[in-house]
């Protein structure tokens, strides 16, 4: 079974949001001329750094799902897709769509991720703490 984000846990900060795709090319340098490149493969995943910002409770909760549910970072989990998930719905014209009871329509978007190859990092901010971590999103 995949492992599911947190719930409790807050959105990924926007300032330090930094995503790039995997490298899918092979270079091939030639005697002479500009190099050639061509795919190595089909399937590209994206390497995603990103940060939250947690009270004591939340940083527990976080710290208990890192080690404890995803085995120190060995195992895949689900993660909203902060790019999308609970954003309103919008028409063409940018006004926003509503449900007849006039709720708006939130999209719904997920990631199966991987942790990315170095652990969480922590550092302290007044009584808060911020947790800076990468994820490989799979294809």
Known sequence: MTEVWPATLPRPERDTWQAQPQEARRKRQPDNGPPAYRRRF???????????????????VFDHFYHSVCAEGAAQFYL?????????????????LLTRWDNPVRLSARWLCLWGDT?????LLGIEFRKSFSVVVMP
């Open 42 to 60: 089909s399937s590209v995943a994206r390497m995603v750094s990103l940060s939250v910002l947690l009270t004591r409770d939340e940083k527990a």
């Open 119 to 123: 652990p969480p990092a922590e550092t």
């Open 80 to 96: 909203p897709d902060p790019t999308t998930d609970g954003w309103e719905l919008l028409s063409s014209d940018g006004e926003t």
